[in-house]
C-alpha cells in the first residue's frame, strides 16, 4: 500500500502564488510517475500536470502551462506543484496521485491510469 499525503494549500489573491507538496510513503520501493488533478464544485476531476520518474518529462493542462510547474524528489519521495498567478478559476481541491510504471521518461494524463490518490488539498483564489 501506499500513502499520499498533499500539503500546501490555502486562500490566495488572484495573481498570487502557492506551492503544494505531496508526500508518498508506504510500499514506493518500485518507479513510479506521478500527477496532479484537481476538482472544482460541481465538476469533474480534470488533469492539471504530470511529471515522469526521471523528472524529465513533464506535461501540463493547457489552462495551467506557463503558470504551474510540476517537480520531484525522488530521495524524499515528494512531488511538488508550483503555482504561480493564481487565478479564481484555478480554485479547486488538488489531488496528488500516483501511477506505478517502468517508464522512466513519460507519465500520462488520464486519472484512470494512476493507481494511489491522495486526500486532496483545498486551495480557493479570490478575485
Known amino acids: 500500500q501506499v500513502q499520499l499525503v498533499e500539503s500546501g494549500g490555502g486562500l490566495v489573491q488572484a495573481g498570487g502564488s502557492l506551492k503544494l507538496s505531496c508526500a508518498a510513503s508506504?510500499?514506493?520501493?518500485?518507479?513510479?510517475?506521478m500527477g496532479w488533478f484537481r476538482q472544482a464544485p460541481g465538476n469533474e476531476r480534470e488533469f492539471v500536470a504530470t511529471?515522469?520518474?526521471?523528472?524529465?518529462?513533464?506535461y501540463y493542462a493547457d489552462s495551467v502551462k506557463g503558470r504551474f510547474t510540476i517537480s520531484r524528489d525522488n530521495a524524499k519521495n515528494t512531488v511538488y506543484l508550483q503555482m504561480n498567478s493564481l487565478k479564481p478559476e484555478d480554485t479547486a481541491v488538488y489531488y496528488c496521485?500516483?501511477?506505478?510504471?517502468?517508464?522512466?521518461?513519460?507519465?500520462?494524463?488520464?486519472?484512470?491510469?494512476?493507481?494511489?490518490w491522495g486526500q486532496g488539498t483545498q486551495v480557493t483564489v479570490s478575485s
Open positions: 496521485a500516483l501511477d506505478f510504471t517502468t517508464n522512466y521518461y513519460s507519465s500520462s494524463s488520464y486519472s484512470r491510469d494512476y493507481d494511489y
Open positions: 508506504g510500499r514506493t520501493g518500485s518507479t513510479y510517475a
Open positions: 511529471i515522469s520518474w526521471s523528472g524529465g518529462s513533464t
